[in-house]
């Protein structure tokens, strides 16, 4: 059975060398061999193996140095390499895992745990590399959307094929981390597992990203509609504010809701898109807040047959010429905010288009140093 997989094995004793290579035939990767570390350095950048099997114990260069020399070449910054070793002492994994290394097989070998960490460790690779080209799409398809701005239909068009196109493998690369996390036979070490849970966060928060692109695009492009429906306001905020408890608590925010979870108010609104333009609202107060501030929600007066509700955070506040640009998709919270959040901004994007296909409003009052408010009208529910 073929493998384009490459494993290039550095070690100087041949007999541990032939003992390797007879465990991975059975999975038929490509095996490269380098009897030095010295020697390793120039095969290595010619073969570029997906993962490297370093003994740790050779005349010349030591494998704990030749690693880190090899990491010292962006070609292999994720390339996996796992040190053969027959020292178990503390001070020596330390040194393994300092030097670059992803993990260690211990002498004399079991076939099953060698396969098993490799396998692991390839897998991870895969997923690594997959994930770091979808951010790479992702921003390169900002940047094409920035170009195109003044084509409204030619926006339209892209953003919903990268969507549609970029859906599939976020939902792989979540779910084969989370099967990684949950792998009981051979279970993942503490550093594995933690690159794994970023994986998965980093997936998630894509996904969701791409998922609000998607809606904006729809919402341009007419096909998503608005069926009013009767909504108790206070019900809704309540789950809201509940949603992103856990998120508060990180932050050290607190909330403040000055609306009465058993008050009848009762607003005109779409359940689902309502309950998204109070968690991208109260997500971004928490985010843009200062350690230990506060976000308070609370009614304010408004029009004839309208319902007002105003969300404030004690922030940094936004520059007043800056108030439309926020809810622009590719707007970025710059230098006049300490507490900047890296990423796209397209949260208040989809709030103020869903607050409009719903004739609502949304505005926003802002002082520097003092934090931001805004304020939601929505048509009150007539029987």
Known sequence: ?????????????????????????????SISMAPSGE??????????????????????????????????????????????????????????????????????????????RIETHLCLTKTIKKNKSLVEDLKEAILNLESAQQESLAKSQFLGRMSHELHTPLNAIIGFSQLLDMETEN??????????????KAGRHLLNLVGQVLEINRIDSGELKCVPQKVSLSAIIDDAVTSMSDLAKAKCVSFDNLIDKNSDIFVSADPDKIQQIFLNLL???VKYNKKGGKVTL?????????????????????????????????????????????????????????????RGQVSVESKLGSGTCFTLEFEKWVD
């Open 187 to 200: 279970p993942l070490n503490e550093s594995q597992s933690e690159n794994i849970a970023e994986i998965n």
């Open 39 to 116: 020697m390793a350095l120039k095969i290595a950048p010619k073969i570029k193996p997906d993962l490297i099997l370093m003994d740790v114990m050779m005349p010349g260069m030591d494998g704990f140095e030749t690693c880190r020399k090899l990491k010292e070449n962006p070609v292999f910054e994720n390339t996996p390499i796992l040190f053969v070793t027959g020292k178990t002492e503390t001070v020596d994994i330390v040194e393994a895992f300092k030097s670059g290394g992803a993990d260690y097989i211990t002498k004399p070998f079991r076939s099953e745990e060698v396969l098993a």
């Open 1 to 29: 059975m073929e493998n384009e997989t490459a494993i290039l094995i550095v070690d100087d004793i041949p007999v541990n060398v032939d003992v390797l290579r007879k465990t991975l035939a059975v999975k038929g990767y």
């Open 283 to 285: 997500d971004n107060a």
């Open 298 to 358: 609370s009614l304010v007066e408004g029009g004839p047959e309208k319902v007002c509700v105003a969300i404030r955070d004690t922030g940094d506040g936004i520059p007043e010429d800056n108030y439309e640009k926020i809810f622009d998709p590719l707007y970025r919270l710059e230098s006049h905010v300490k507490n900047c959040i890296d990423g796209v901004g397209v949260g208040l994007t989809v709030v103020k288009k869903f607050m409009a296909i719903m």
